[in-house]
């Protein structure tokens, strides 16, 4: 009878779980973007009929209320105060409670220190804690590379259901809605794996997906996702490089960009002087030889020489390179990154940075180096990567200095980086190539213990039930014994997420599920 009562609670179990799999809820999102010293923008979905409320910190009884009526909807706050603390909150009345709510500072006006973020590739619905760890970092802003799921488009629909999965995640919800976001997309939210994005069925889909639903500033060219911004007195420039992107023909090479688009980004490098600093967002890698199709900018040669003869000719020695694409840890001083074919007689050098993923198993596509201070990734488990990069200002030498720390989670930094511009003569005694170790050490306590665990318990299973075989027939017994085998795989292969805390850990095994309902069903059946 006790059998039949656990029987029935597990087979209760899964339907339950099935049904809950099968239904997709949204709650309503909120983040936003386009932050300066006076202004923000957020983008609010399924939050109709409630008003959104801002205010200074120092001062709640001064609230700015804007009604929400559609979704999703564009809420355009200015007239706000540099590097200044604000909160709100979206709720429908006092008496209904608040459907969501966060803060945000501004950004200095004019030269001053800043701090922000970057990374790219989050696994669908990551419920990681490197959420936990950005948050803790306290950034004005942070600039996601691309990738922000890993799901397949294939049809129009599922561009809005990505963003209810990212908003499911509570760890995910609650840094969007307290992190100002720049956003640029990569090959899986662009909804297109392909090299060549103007070829994509979806390309006018996902410009008006972004347009509605992702906070942006201000984009100079029509059909693209081109930015530039100004933060302090460093200019940050987000080039579009995927959606413009075309194949090669028997008269041309491939073009990352439109001609539009390239001669607008040559004209913001050629105001880098301008500045004291010039950041380009680029969601693909820019460092490796020529390559035809590949899905970087070396499978656009020439544009990436034409971009680096105008570095050359304007003498641009303050530029760095934030990167996206290869899930790994990479960092070039600019000894391996100039591609032009003059003569660089003064030493000039762009660092290259990438800080990924955020919440991924690691690669090294896209990655060929070679890289001044290496490259490190792994592909047997998930792994979660970010960057954080200062702007210091240091008054009494009118100096720019900037610190580029790239981290892993729970692990001791990659890269602790730290010069004051310009950037010249940054040589350095050595170049990598990618490590890519398949199991980390830190990582093999959690394997060893899972095999050792399956061995003793399929060992014991099958003596348990050779006894069993005498009190039943040989199908019965040998059915149970099969079912003890896969409960005991189960049990096994999850104990590694138990010894790390779950699936929010760096030792997540990159072959199991990143659900952590499953993985918490899976766990509780193992041990029925």
Same mark, same amino acid.
């Given at each position: 009878q006790e059998s039949g009562n656990v029987q029935s609670l597990m087979f209760l179990w899964i339907i339950v779980y099935v049904l809950l799999g099968c239904v997709q809820f949204s709650w309503g999102s909120v983040w936003f973007g386009a932050l300066t010293d006076t202004s923000v923008t957020f983008k609010v979905r399924d939050l109709t009929d409630h008003t959104l409320s801002i205010w200074d910190a120092s001062t709640p009884s001064l609230e700015h209320l804007y009604p929400l009526s559609i979704s999703p909807q564009t809420v355009i706050v200015s007239n706000l105060t540099a590097q200044t603390q604000y909160k709100y909150e979206i709720r429908r009345s006092l008496e209904n409670g608040v459907a969501a709510s966060g803060a945000f500072r501004t @950004?200095? =006006? #004019? $030269?001053?220190? +800043?701090k922000f973020g970057f990374g790219s590739g989050a696994a669908t619905g990551s419920s990681s804690y490197i959420w936990d760890h950005l948050n803790a970092e306290n950034l004005d802003f942070f600039i996601h590379l691309g990738n922000l799921h890993y799901s397949d488009i294939h049809k129009k629909s599922d561009f809005q259901k990505v963003i209810d999965d990212t908003f499911a995640s509570t760890p995910q919800a609650t840094f969007y809605s307290n992190t100002s976001i720049v956003y640029t997309w990569g090959p899986y939210d662009y909804g297109f794996l392909g090299t060549y994005g103007s070829k994509s069925p979806f390309r006018a889909t996902a410009l008006g997906w972004y347009e509605s639903n992702i906070p942006h500033y201000e984009k100079p060219l029509k059909g693209n996702i081109a930015q530039a911004f100004t933060i302090g007195n460093v200019r940050f420039i987000m080039p579009d490089l995927r959606s413009e992107a075309t194949a090669p023909t028997n008269r041309n090479e491939a073009h990352i960009m439109s001609e539009s688009q390239m001669s607008w980004l040559l004209s913001e490098l050629g105001q880098a002087q301008n500045y004291h600093m010039v950041v380009l967002i680029s969601s693909r890698a820019w460092i490796g030889e020529a390559q035809e199709e590949a899905d970087a900018w070396y499978g656009f040669a020439e544009d990436r020489q034409k971009i680096s003869d105008f570095i050359i000719d304007h003498s641009i020695k303050n530029m760095i390179i934030l990167g996206g694409g290869p899930n790994a840890l990479i960092f070039d001083s600019g000894e391996n990154s100039n591609y032009s074919n003059q003569v660089n007689k003064e030493g000039l050098f762009v660092p290259v940075v990438h800080a990924s993923p955020l919440d991924r198993w690691g690669d090294t596509v896209g990655a060929p180096g070679p890289y001044s201070h290496g490259c490190y990734t792994t592909s047997a488990h998930y792994i979660e990567n970010y960057g954080v990069f200062e702007v210091m200002e240091v008054l009494p030498r009118n100096e720019t200095c900037i610190r580029i720390t790239v981290k892993t989670v729970n692990r001791k930094d990659f890269l602790n980086w730290? $010069?004051? %511009?310009p950037f010249l003569d940054l040589q350095s005694e050595s170049s990598y190539g990618c490590e890519n170790p398949f199991i980390p050490p830190w990582i093999w306590l959690n394997y060893f213990t899972a095999v050792v665990l399956f061995v003793i318990f399929v060992v014991c299973s099958i003596r348990l039930h050779l006894e069993q075989k005498k009190k039943s027939t040989k199908i019965v017994a040998i059915s149970l014994c099969c079912f003890a085998i896969v409960t005991t795989a189960l049990l096994c292969g999850t104990f590694p997420l138990v010894l790390s805390n779950d699936q929010k850990s760096p030792g997540r095994p990159s072959f199991l599920p990143s659900? #952590? $309902? %499953? !993985? %918490? +069903? !899976? =766990? @509780? @059946?193992?041990l029925l």
């Open positions: @950004v200095p =006006y #004019g $030269k001053a220190s +800043f730290t $010069k004051c %511009l659900d #952590g $309902k %499953l !993985l %918490l +069903f !899976l =766990y @509780v @059946v193992s």
